[in-house]
């Protein structure tokens, strides 16, 4: 008798790509979140090692 069902097909969540990303201070390229970065992401200013090494030198 009364057999409906519906389907809620849009139940899939898309989590990446939804990181946040700025800059880098030594190189100026874009550079996206990084988990060991997630305490400290406000100070991050810079992509790698490299790149902090190169813009920490400027006085
Ligand atoms: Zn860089």
Do not use: E, H, I, Q
Not at 23 to 38: L, N
């Amino acid at each position: 008798m009364g057999g409906r069902t519906r389907k809620t097909a849009n139940g899939v969540k898309t989590a990446k790509a939804n990181l946040p990303s700025k800059p880098c201070a030594a190189c100026g390229r874009p550079f996206a979140w990084r988990k060991k970065w997630a305490r400290d992401w406000d100070n991050v200013r810079f992509c790698s090692d490299r790149c902090r090494a190169a813009g920490a030198g400027k006085p």
